[in-house]
C-alpha cells in the first residue's frame, strides 16, 4: 500500500532560525495536505497543494508541491515559539488520505 | 466558525468490552472519517464515509469496527470488543469544500 515518509523526525531550531520538513510519498498523489498539531491537540489543517509543482505561502509558511507529485515540503522562515508542534504531512487520493510520520519541531527561545 | 465535535473526551474500558464513540460533523460536509493515534505516533487511517456508506477502510478496520451515521447528524464509530492495542485517540473528521479536512478534538480510549 501507499507510504508516506517525512524528514526529519524531530527538528530542534533556536527560534528565527528557520525549519524545513520534506515529505515524500511511495505512490503519485492527487494532492497533498499539511496539518500542525499542537502537544495534546488535534491535527489543525494548514493547506492542500493539488497542482504539480505548486507553491503556497502563508505569512511565514512556504508549502511546496513536486512535479512528479509524490514529494512535499514545508518551510517556516524564522521560527517563533509559536510554531512548536508536530507537522504531518497527507498524501492524497481523492479524498482518502494517509498520514506521514510527522516532524516534531522545538523552538528554543 | 463550525466545529466538529466528539463525545465522550475520554472512556475507559475494560478488555472485551463495546465502545461507541462519537461524533458531529460539520453540517454541510459530505466525507466523514474516523482516525487513530496511539500516543506519539502517527494519525493513522480507519474509514472514510460518504452517502451513507463507506467509501473506504484501511486494515485496521477489522470485523471488530463498525460506523454508522444513525440519524443524519451524529458519525459513529464501534469497537465491539476491544483489546489493549485499542488504546488510543480517536479522531473524528470531515471534509467540505474546498477540501480542507476539520478533525475534532478525538476521544482517548483507554482499555484496561
Known amino acids: 500500500g501507499q507510504q508516506v515518509m517525512q524528514i526529519p523526525q524531530y527538528q530542534h531550531v533556536q527560534e528565527g532560525e528557520d525549519f524545513t520538513t520534506y515529505c515524500n510519498s511511495s505512490t503519485t498523489l492527487s494532492n497533498i495536505q499539511w496539518y500542525k498539531q499542537r502537544p495534546g491537540g488535534h491535527p489543525v489543517f494548514l493547506i492542500q497543494?493539488?497542482?504539480?509543482?505548486e507553491v503556497k505561502k502563508q505569512k511565514r509558511l512556504t508549502f511546496q508541491f513536486g512535479e512528479a507529485k509524490k514529494n512535499s515540503s514545508l518551510h517556516i522562515t524564522a521560527t517563533q515559539t509559536t510554531d512548536v508542534g508536530t507537522y504531518f504531512c497527507?498524501?492524497?487520493?481523492?479524498?482518502?488520505?494517509?498520514f506521514g510520520p510527522g516532524t516534531r519541531l522545538s523552538v528554543l527561545p | 466558525e463550525p466545529e466538529v465535535t466528539q463525545t465522550p473526551s475520554h472512556q475507559v474500558t475494560q478488555m472485551g468490552q463495546e465502545v461507541i464513540l462519537r461524533c458531529v460533523p460539520i453540517s454541510n460536509h459530505l466525507y466523514f472519517y474516523w482516525y487513530r493515534q496511539i500516543l506519539g505516533q502517527k494519525v493513522e487511517f480507519l474509514v472514510s464515509f460518504y452517502n451513507n456508506e463507506i467509501s473506504e477502510k484501511s486494515e485496521i478496520f477489522d470485523d471488530q469496527f463498525s460506523v454508522e451515521r444513525p440519524d443524519g447528524s451524529n458519525f459513529t464509530l464501534k469497537i465491539r470488543s476491544t483489546k489493549l492495542e485499542d488504546s488510543a485517540m480517536y479522531f473524528c473528521a470531515s471534509i467540505g469544500q474546498p477540501y480542507e479536512q476539520y478533525f475534532g478534538p478525538g476521544t482517548r480510549l483507554t482499555v484496561t
Open positions: 497527507a498524501g492524497g487520493h481523492g479524498q482518502n488520505f494517509v
Open positions: 497543494l493539488v497542482k504539480s509543482g
